[in-house]
């Protein structure tokens, strides 16, 4: 059982920054994709970033992109957001979420690819 824990979220002023993290138990890295998705009220689950494993190829929603990476450490079993020159439109929970690479089949963007899900940090923007 794959187990995700998200933590570094928080408020920030438009312009700031924040990373977040993301660390599993029960799972290889090397052989697993972690993607982040964010949850704003009142709106459905969307994707934001993946990386399909460890050193391996990494996406973006092209609302982020040039604005947040994402990266892995396999010491820690964690992997990193940063978000960089944050909007108020980025406000909205981030969840981190895990499925072994083999099974996203390039779906990467799909709620439903993901068997694993974390608790949720709330991001804050304030304009």
């Known amino acids: 059982q794959v187990q995700l824990v998200e933590s570094g979220g928080g408020l920030v002023q438009a312009g700031g920054s924040l990373r977040l993290s993301c660390a599993a138990s029960?799972?290889?890295?090397?052989?697993?994709?972690t993607g982040w998705f964010r949850q704003a009220p009142g709106m459905e689950r969307v994707f934001v970033a993946v990386?399909?494993?460890?050193?391996?190829?990494?996406y973006y929603a092209d609302s982020v992109k040039g604005r947040f990476s994402i990266s892995g450490d396999n010491a820690k079993n964690t992997v990193y957001l940063q978000m960089n020159s944050l909007k108020p439109e980025d406000t909205a929970v981030y969840y981190c979420?895990?499925?072994?690479?083999?099974?996203?089949?390039?779906?990467?963007?799909?709620?439903?690819?993901?068997?694993?899900w974390g608790q949720g940090t709330q991001v804050t923007v304030s304009s």
């Open positions: 990386i399909l494993w460890s050193g391996g190829p990494t």
């Open positions: 979420a895990g499925q072994y690479t083999m099974r996203i089949a390039g779906n990467w963007e799909a709620v439903g690819s993901y068997d694993s």
């Open positions: 029960g799972r290889t890295f090397s052989n697993y994709a």
